[in-house]
């Protein structure tokens, strides 16, 4: 596995708890010689994560779409920094990059993003693992909510067990990169 594609806030949201798990998760990924796919911003989550990767050595690759990029969004320490036309762009070149995902705490676009992934996935679209970093139960309510739409039928068990759930971001690294060297594709 070569990169994990994060998704996450813009935002460092209201816990210390989050700026210090996406730290944690970037030099995780620098440790395990795994490079960054995020979405190219300098701000929140986004930032720190692409921050602790850079300062371990690691490799950072940002995608930002141009209109991020003009408001002076960008992250212009990256390894390499991809600017798009639009979101449809920059979300299919994140994935085209990455071998894995993996959800930080975030808002609206983190949610819409591991949805993508995850639907694409569904589809047999892709093969790739997805995790979700569940800092200070964050994503609680989104796992009773997956057990709800799997009861009322809505999702199929197989699919609610599309998302690898972790509180500790080494562990979860290892957790994909162990799923992805049993489903290769």
């Not at 700026?19 to 995780?28: F, I």
């Not at 959800?103 to 993508?116: D, I, S, Y």
């Not at 909510?145 to 009322?152: G, I, Q």
Request: glycine content about 10%; proline content about 4%; aromatic content about 6%.
């Amino acid at each position: 596995m070569q990169r994990i594609c994060v998704f996450c806030g813009s935002s460092a949201g209201n816990k210390p708890s989050y700026a210090t798990a996406a730290a944690e998760l970037g030099r995780a990924l620098a440790a395990r010689g795994v490079g960054l796919v995020n979405g190219g911003g300098h701000v929140g989550l986004m930032g720190a994560t692409a921050d602790a990767v850079l300062a371990a050595g690691g490799e950072a690759i940002g995608v930002i779409p141009e209109a991020l990029r003009d408001r002076e969004l960008a992250h212009t320490a990256m390894t390499q920094l991809h600017v798009t036309v639009d979101m449809h762009a920059r979300k299919a070149l994140m994935a085209s990059l990455a071998d894995a995902f993996i959800a930080l705490p975030g808002g609206l676009g983190t949610f819409e993003e591991l949805f993508e992934v995850a639907t694409w996935a569904q589809l047999n679209i892709h093969r790739k693992p997805i995790g979700i970093l569940d800092v200070d139960d964050y994503y609680h309510h989104l796992a009773q909510w997956l057990r709800h739409a799997e009861t009322e039928g809505f999702v199929k068990p197989e699919h609610s067990n599309l998302f690898h759930w972790d509180t500790d971001p080494a562990r979860l690294i290892g957790r994909l990169l162990t799923s992805a060297e049993k489903h290769p594709g």
